[in-house]
């Protein structure tokens, strides 16, 4: 029995979909514990693909709870498209539970995200104009709408009244915007509720029974650590808690309840969005990994950025999330390279820096100091042992290993599920490996 948080350890995007449909397998309950519709997973079902955005890919596993925790916020018309795509396809969503207490997203919301953007110029994030900053800003000024709100009609409509009256003078008189209708969104809101209604319970309790029937239970982070709203890249951050203490707040567990945390991680970087990124490369090599990476985002279609591994971030990664071990994906995109870039630490004005800056303005000014190994310059989609790779490639990883001290359990080689090297299980195998009192440190990747 283990109760597993999955985690991304960069800027999101980092391939979080495929292993955590490798370890759902295992898993009695899913649990999607923060976002809301600016995350997106492409999944490919009877030949067809398609792309979730709420929805944790454990649906797919008929014998699966899955839930959508309270930490999240919800769009509920994109949530019921995802419904109505999964039962097109057949596939039951009778195991789909939705919190109570998840704040919704609702169309001034989008409205407000879209024009702030706009509005800030040079200063814009980059969001993802699905509304997520705003729905969160309305949950911490205590004017948001919950999921058990929408089960309420007479309470919704006197509640809405009143929220779009006070959107619509912001919508107005600080955007130039037309005002929505209340009326027309009440209706709108209250045939989703309908709709909805038969997935909505108390998830909270519903994860603590699954806990005490020792039912295994896999936590679900969206995006990643560097854009966690209180450890990330602040302001290039989103609204929420990717970062593994979330799950806790984001669903109503414990942290006594958590019985490990893997992070998940590219073989190299990429990032969506405005905001410093000191491993990018602008040039030719940057376009080749977008190409063979195919790194175009699944919610907005914008092309990441792309960049070298930097292991100071990874590092950074490994202790907010107190990471037990880590998967690495896209090893197979650095296959046709000379030569492979890792960031070691950086130099910040002339200073050596081996730790992650709290200020993003001091982020600004970092430069990479970087050691190069060698490529290996065979594809690697095929293996499915340690044994199999090339020892340049083994070489890489033990390389990274060692610098953020995390043991790579899982390697991801091709998006298909046997592209795979296990190497250790993730779950009951390695645990992070702590120094030695004498400062030496364990083994991290077994060979
Ligand atoms: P928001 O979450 O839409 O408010 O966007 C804030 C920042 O997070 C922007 O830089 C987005 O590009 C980034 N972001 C949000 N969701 C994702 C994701 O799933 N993957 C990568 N970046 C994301």
Known sequence: MANVIVIGAQWGDEGKGKITDLLSRSADVVVRYQGGVNAGHTIVVKGQTFKLHLIPSGILYPN????IGCGTVIDPQIL???LDQLKEL???????????????????????????????GSYKIGTTGRGIGPTYADKSERTGIRVLDLMNPD???????????YKNVILEKLYNLPPLDPQEVIEQYLGYAERLRPHVVDTSLKISDAIQRRRNILFEGAQGTLLDLDHGTYPYVTSSNPVAGGACVGTGVGPTMIDRVIGVSKAYTTRVGEGPFPTELDGELGELLCDRGAEFGTTTGRKRRCGWFDAVIGRYAVRINGMDCMALTKLDVLDELEEIKVCVAYDIDGDRSEHFPTSSRQFARCRPIYKTLPGWKVSTTNCRTLEDLPQAALDYLKFLAELMEVPIAIVSLGASRDQTIIVEDPIHGPKRALLHPDGTPATLLSA
């Open 64 to 67: 699966t709870d899955c839930i």
């Open 80 to 82: 019921i498209a995802e």
């Open 90 to 120: 057949n596939i039951s969503t009778d195991h789909l539970l939705i919190s109570e207490t998840a704040h919704v997203t609702m169309p001034y919301h989008r409205l407000i995200d879209q024009a702030s953007e706009e509005r800030r």
């Open 155 to 165: 309470g919704l409509r006197e509640q809405l009244e009143w929220t779009i009256n």
